[in-house]
């Protein structure tokens, strides 16, 4: 497809720093000609990464950094913690207990076996559960059906509002991520409690029983008692700032 450029292509950097969702080649080849000696950081912010992407920015001396470490020992990528912009809160009425928005990525069976959990303990949950391409998309319609899948985009200010309408954020990752994404992200800065696979976040600095549910290590029937438990924002104001932008660029060494 067409590749759009805003102002940006003809500006000159110190420390220019790409995202791996937009890093295509002609973007690296236009900010290499501009800027052939600026530091170049080249982010990758899931770990479902494009091979071929990573491995051009790489040849042309790119450095890349991933919040995950266990993608950062086998890839050889440099560590960095992730992080989350400050926005602005709502005072918005809870409407879920429980809010679930991502791609399928092979996890749809195991959230619907939460979301028959969920509904067993008459908890009010919505899940947003959307497919790459059409076919997939009307195969998991028929089997999952249309209340939950979709094949459109969820725009991040309506994600939002569902974040700020739900008690609870679920989490379900593949089984060789242990980084945290951006739903402990968006718990933490908007002081929601999560429900998450990922048995790291039970050596996290921010781990609090009364905030973190570990599906698999936690006893599922024991869930609705847990949530009915006040969120802990004990030292909340201090991870706010440890997962900051500032403190991310920290860590990057630019400021």
């Known amino acids: 497809g067409k590749l759009l450029y805003g102002k940006w292509k003809n500006k000159k950097a ?59 020992k086998e890839q050889n990528f440099f560590f960095v913690d992730q992080f989350y912009p400050e926005i602005k809160r709502k005072k918005i009425n809870l409407k879920y207990d429980i809010f679930f928005c991502g791609y399928n990525k092979g ?30 998309y009307f195969e998991s319609k028929k089997c999952y059906g249309a209340k939950y899948i979709t094949f459109f985009e969820t725009k991040y200010g309506k994600i939002l509002e569902y974040i700020q309408e739900s008690k609870c954020l679920l989490e379900i990752l593949k089984d060789n991520q242990m980084g945290y994404s951006m739903r402990v992200m968006e718990a933490i800065f908007f002081e929601k409690k999560l429900i998450t696979n990922n048995k790291e976040i039970l050596n996290a600095e921010f781990y609090n029983v009364s905030n973190y549910f570990v599906v ?40």
């Open 14 to 72: 110190e420390t220019i720093i790409l995202f791996e969702e937009v890093g295509e080649k002609k973007v690296i080849d236009l900010l290499e000609k501009n800027n052939p000696d600026s530091r170049k950081i080249y982010y990758l912010w899931n770990t479902e990464t494009n091979k071929e992407k990573i491995d051009y920015a790489r040849k042309h001396s790119w450095e890349i950094w991933s919040f995950d470490k266990k993608e950062c």
């Open 107 to 136: 996890r749809a069976e195991r959230l619907f076996q939460l979301e028959k959990i969920f509904e067993n303990m008459d908890l009010k949950s919505r899940l947003i559960i959307r497919e790459w391409g059409i076919q997939q």
């Open 216 to 255: 698999g290590y936690d006893n599922l029937s024991d869930l609705k008692k847990w949530l009915d438990v006040p969120y802990d924002d004990t030292n909340i104001k201090q991870y706010q700032e440890r997962y900051s932008v500032k403190k991310w660029y920290e860590q990057l060494k630019i400021l």
